[in-house]
């Protein structure tokens, strides 16, 4: 095990697999080959990473988690207990399923996933949003969307600090960080 990150003892990480320093993996994680995961993630225990997926840096995924092959995690993002990522539309044990068949989904910087929810794949969640626990994602996520429910509906606005935002004559500020957010036409932007 290279000095740059820590691994348990109990976790595999297949030939092929590049981690970035500071990166600590857990007990009875897997890590295939041919993923790659940036610097100083935490991936806690049984989390499963299929081929080929990325990770970027400072990304936390809890405990019970598999990250499937057409799967993409951007920096910052965060992944609770149990969050469910599928990679084919139409999975069927009978007829076998290719590469071609995986539908891409892509977590952008700084969302969070909370425990137990379901991303379906070909999803798209943007920036700094915040899934709800026990949703069910079936279309794209805007940027700073509170999302909730099944199927997961937005109830609302999050900062990039996951504040809610209360939006007035279009501007909320949000209480942790002091920062400005405007709403226009849908769309929650910092000042």
Not at 31 to 42: A, L, N, V, W
Not at 70 to 92: I, Q, S
Not at 115 to 142: D, P
Not at 165 to 177: R, V
């Amino acid at each position: 095990m290279p000095d740059s990150y820590f691994a348990h003892e109990t976790a595999v990480i297949d030939a092929g697999a590049e981690i970035g320093e500071g990166t600590s993996i857990w007990h009875f994680c897997h890590i295939s080959g041919g993923s790659r995961i940036g610097q100083d993630c935490t991936l806690g225990q049984n989390v499963y990473v299929g081929p080929g997926v990325r990770i970027g840096n400072r990304v936390k995924i809890q405990n019970n988690v598999s990250v499937f092959e057409g799967v993409a995690l951007e920096d910052e993002v965060f992944c609770g207990p149990g969050v469910v990522f599928t990679n084919v539309k139409n999975p069927r044990s009978g007829f076998p399923t290719s590469q071609a068949d995986y539908g891409r989904t892509l977590v952008k910087r700084g969302a969070t996933l909370g425990a137990n929810c379901t991303v379906v794949c070909g999803i798209e969640v943007s920036e700094w949003a915040f899934v709800a626990a026990g949703a069910v994602v079936n279309k794209n996520v805007v940027p700073y969307a509170l999302m909730a429910g099944v199927p997961a509906k937005r109830i609302g606005w999050v900062s990039a600090a996951g504040v809610r935002l209360l939006f007035e004559g279009g501007e909320a500020i949000c209480e942790a960080t002091g920062q400005r957010y405007t709403l226009t036409e849908g769309r929650v932007q910092e000042i």
